[in-house]
């Protein structure tokens, strides 16, 4: 069905929604595409691979406009050799396109290998919607041939038709100048791709570092499934749960055992609207995430207690129903009064039945935990007591002071001890189980790192070949001055300045270019794409390596003997 189609056909159950329901005046549903539905989400990241691999490309074809400018020059007297015999100038340019196409070619070639290989690095494309259906076929041959092509074209026509051209020295000093735009250009470029890969470095590390509202460190879960009690009665599992407890906190290097029918990120998923006793209706609200612990869960997870009271085991069946809310419950609903407020719950039962409402009084209020995402810890939970409504299905936590994965043996054999029928699924830390949370950014800090590594790569051997095309070029400019007096100093600061001067105008570009940028807006956190920190180091990292890239042409031009260059 087309969008426009299935659009139409929403707005009118909206429309119909809304007569029935008075309250739902406002409702709107909107059409998304299923392949929109699953990749949406991929779109700021594919964006940000395809502006690198843009970069990249530029940086790479401005170095092959350096190197064929830089060889036209060495092949001056050859051209010239050439147009003496009788050739035109249109056939110098078609014989220096050939050889530029023919580097196209060999690379192309390369690039095929590349892109084949890149597609088995699980830390590029293992997080991508879809991974396992990238593939190079042909149309990403012939878009990627078509592309080297063109760029092979454009950035090789300036030195072509330097190429064809008599010698003059204004020439070779707009040849210089166009070299030394073409730097500033890389420079740029590369700025720009190291900026962004320092701001996801560091966006990653402030996730890493993010208090979740719990320690996900040195925890071992299980998910447990008892059978269905017969008579529905929970008194037999809470019993079970209870002596499991306790013969695995008698195994050595255990801190604490616990259990719950949720933990922040896996488990039965309950939720319901937070209902205050005597307050109107909420029943189309949004819903809170409803958990049953045990007394130690708190403690497991090192969830803090706000406000109020743990569970006890005073808080058993029979006794007077109690809750603990989340702090976000207790600021939104109760004014950050909470304690003894009382709240509608639904009955539970062993077998995961539904019952009647009850009201619930809150005596504890627990810190906030993040569930979907490092930016969103606001969630809404309500925790209920194990021993008033124990469910036969529950996680086992179980905090240890080391690896929890060399504790699995034990555990495994712990619980067979005591229930030889429950099984056990596959053991899971808390921190594989939490990873989602914290591996938000790795992908995009994977690929744009990869490609800012290129491209700084790039730049070095760009500004290497600048220097030295430079070096060679005032080789007896450099002779005459040390035969005049210069010493190494002057003449090292010579080639230096050759290549430090248009770096650092294009950092000047970069950086305008850096602040600008908004693409990246969406993958950050707890860092601004302006941090002067990641620009000052990813400045003073493009800098030292120019300084590095140039010194090999400075030193060979400081050291050389001006006599021997004269005589030449």
């Known amino acids: ?102 580097i196209c070619g060999a690379a192309s070639v390369a690039a095929v290998a590349v892109a084949y290989g890149g597609l088995r690095l699980k830390p590029l494309a293992a997080r991508l919607r879809r991974a396992d259906e990238l593939t190079v076929d042909a149309r990403v041959l012939v878009c990627a041939l078509v592309l080297g092509i063109v760029a092979s074209l454009l950035f090789g026509v300036l030195p072509a038709i330097r190429s064809s051209q008599p010698r003059r020295a204004a020439g070779m000093r707009a040849t210089v100048s166009s070299q030394r735009l073409l730097v500033a250009g890389e420079v740029a470029l590369a700025f720009v791709l190291l900026v962004g890969a320092g701001l996801l470095i560091r966006t990653f590390a402030a996730i890493r570092s993010h208090d979740l509202g719990y320690d996900p460190h040195h925890v071992l879960t299980n998910f447990l499934a008892l059978p269905p009690a017969p008579d529905g009665s929970r008194t037999a ?49 949004p819903v809170a995430s409803t958990a049953v612990i045990s007394d130690d869960y708190f403690r497991v997870m090192g969830i803090p207690l706000q406000a109020g009271r743990w569970f006890t085991p005073g808080d058993r069946d029979g006794s007077t129903p109690v809750v603990m809310v989340s702090e976000s419950i207790a600021s939104r609903y109760f004014g950050g009064k909470a304690i003894g407020r009382r709240i509608l719950i639904p009955e539970f039962k062993f077998n995961i039945d539904g019952g009647k409402e009850i009201a619930a009084e809150i005596v504890g209020v627990a810190g906030n935990v993040c569930v979907n995402s490092v930016e ?78 290129l491209a ?65 807006k969406s993958l950050l956190f707890a860092v601004r794409p302006g941090d002067p920190g990641t620009l000052f180091l990813a400045g003073i990292t493009l800098l030292g390596i120019a300084v590095v890239a140039a010194s090999g042409p400075a030193l060979r031009a400081g050291l050389s003997d001006p006599a021997k260059v004269l005589r030449q």
């Open 1 to 102: 069905m087309p969008l426009e189609a299935a659009q139409a056909e929403l707005n009118v159950v909206a429309a119909q929604l809304s007569r029935e329901n008075p309250d739902w005046k406002t409702l709107k549903l909107r059409a998304i595409p299923l392949l929109e539905q699953m990749t949406g989400q991929q779109r700021p990241l594919l964006l940000l691979l395809l502006g690198a691999v843009s970069f990249v490309m530029l940086i790479a074809c401005v170095n092959v406009a350096n190197l064929l400018v830089a060889r036209s020059t060495a092949r001056r007297h050859e051209i010239e050799i050439r147009l003496a015999l009788g050739a035109t100038r249109s056939r110098i340019v078609r014989f220096a396109m050939a050889e530029a196409l023919n």
């Open 237 to 285: 599992g809470v019993a079970l749960y209870a002596r499991i407890q306790e013969r695995l906190a008698t195994l050595p290097g255990v801190r604490g055992v616990a259990t719950a029918s949720t933990i922040p990120m896996f488990g039965v998923q309950m939720s319901m609207p937070v209902q205050p006793e005597g307050a109107p209706d909420r029943s189309g609200a």
């Open 376 to 453: 969103d810890c606001q969630a809404e939970h309500i925790y209920l007591p194990e021993s008033q409504n124990a469910l036969r299905m529950e996680n086992l936590l179980v905090r240890t002071e080391g690896d929890p994965k060399a504790a699995i043996r034990a555990v495994r054999h712990a619980m067979y001890l005591e229930a030889p029928t429950i099984p056990l699924d596959d053991p899971q830390t808390l921190e594989e189980r939490t990873q989602y949370l914290t591996d938000g950014a790795k992908p995009a800090m994977w690929l744009l790192g990869i490609f800012a590594g």
């Open 456 to 520: 700084v790569l790039l730049a070095a051997v760009g500004i290497y070949g600048v220097s030295a095309y430079l070096a060679a070029q005032r080789s007896r400019e450099i002779a005459i001055r040390m035969a005049l007096g210069a010493d190494f100093g002057d003449i090292a600061a010579l080639i230096y300045r050759g290549v430090l001067m248009p770096s650092a105008c294009g950092l000047g570009a970069g950086l305008v270019a850096a602040g600008r940028t908004r693409l990246l």
